[in-house]
């Protein structure tokens, strides 16, 4: 495949203070010797690959040095794009990052899109569809486990899992296409129709554990869409400064997309928490009565997590108790605050009013009870097995969709071997099985669909 050379500004994940102006392409060597000046007059395209060259950008008009560099000079196809790679680090703020860019695009380059580098590397088969998504994954990710579930499947984790399927399938219909080639035997149909039944089952089970991952992993992904609900004074303030002060408050802008929002997460061992309308509990202490009882409960089905409190030193009032009605339904933990004062509430009618809901006791000014919140968190959606690495999880909507649309249409093949549906009917769907998780790895995938995939990654990816 033939491409011409772009470039974008990079910033490493996680190093805000270093940019670097990376390029990609035939021309990426040529475009960045035009401007880079090495020591004794060396030029980029004479060293060898993997190497990092000190030296300075000059302007090559006016011969004005622009910035000081460390040039890292990398060659197909040993690389992430499988092309020739240069990255210029920079260290003299955006400023002079910016001016380096725009010598290297008036030496020859053009402005990558964004996620162009990381569509190469899928238009180069250096990675497939689900690793490049996993690297979109990686930039978001808002805590270590989110990132290490990106890695996972950046390292084609996932990717191995469905092309073992793939290949089981495959192996099944060359043996269903053979059978139905060669029907000499009468015990054909039969034994055909057993087969698949082994096999059929065997890829719906592996496909309902992807699928049962795939929650957990959206909630990394995503963050847990968290609502701290109550009535005026129960302490829903002092609860959300708890957990925003014992844990690291993430607040994250994500670049490059038109959201351009800036939310607020907290990490609760290593689950995301997106705390939702945190403004409102800041200032008008109580969405209830702010954006009145039907509104509020549209916003609490938005909602993942809802923690409800309630003021232990005080009987329960009929608002508390329209409260927990409310809530009954929903993933609920009822905090029941201010146990350093003597008890009025009766917590056996909470029991009653949410059974399904968790109860912790707290008292949030004297940080008693915020670990067991913590833990009832964690437990809540990950029973202890949060520290699962090796799981393969699925945690991209597209994937679970496919997935899902995969497992139909397995349980359908499975199906017409129950009502002893000729084999050649059943093929069809096990084909078409097939290719559905071959939308995964973007095997059978169209353009429109890559274009609008790779546009949400964040320019110089
Ligand atoms: P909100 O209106 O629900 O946000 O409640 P706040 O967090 O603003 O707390 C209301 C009042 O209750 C404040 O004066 C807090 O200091 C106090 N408070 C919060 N938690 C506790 C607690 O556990 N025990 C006691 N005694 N007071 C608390
Ligand atoms: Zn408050």
Known sequence: MEFDTIAAISTPIGEGAIAIVRLSGDEAINIADNIYQGIGGKCLKDVASHTIHYGKIVDPKTSEIVEEVMVTVMKGPKTFTREDVIEINCHGGLVSVNRVLQLVLRSGARL????????????????????????????????????????????????????????????????????????????????????????????????????????????????????????????????????????????????????????????????????????????????????????????????DLILLVLNASEPLTPEDEALLETVAGFDVIVIANKMDLPQKIDLERVRQLVPKGKMITTSLLKDEGIDELEEAIATMYFEGQVEGADLTYVSNSRHIALISQALQSIEDVLEGVELGTPIDIIQIDLTRTWELLGEIIGDTVQESLLDQLFSQFCLGK
């Open 112 to 303: 990558a899109e964004p996620g162009e580098f990381t569509k190469r590397a899928f238009l180069n088969g250096r990675i497939d569809l689900s690793q490049a998504e996993a690297v979109m994954d990686l930039i978001r990710a808002k805590t270590d486990k989110a990132m290490n579930v990106a890695i996972g499947q950046m390292e084609g984790r996932l990717s191995k899992l469905v092309q073992k399927l793939r290949q089981e399938i495959l192996e099944v219909v060359a043996h269903v296409e053979v059978n139905i080639d060669y029907p000499e035997y009468d015990d054909v149909e039969e034994m055909t129709h057993r087969l698949l039944n082994e096999k059929a089952s065997y890829i719906r089970n592996e496909l309902q554990k992807l699928l049962e991952t795939a929650h957990q992993g959206k909630i990394l992904r995503e963050g847990l869409s968290t609502a701290i609900i109550g009535r005026p004074n129960v302490g829903k303030s002092s609860l959300l400064n708890s957990l925003v002060h014992e844990n690291k408050a993430i607040v994250t802008d994500i670049p490059g997309t038109t959201r351009d929002v800036i939310e607020e997460y907290v990490n609760v061992r290593g689950v995301p928490l997106r705390l939702i309308d945190t403004a409102g509990i800041r200032e008008t202490e109580d969405i209830v009565e702010r954006i009145g009882v039907e509104r509020s409960k549209k916003y609490l089905k938005e909602a």
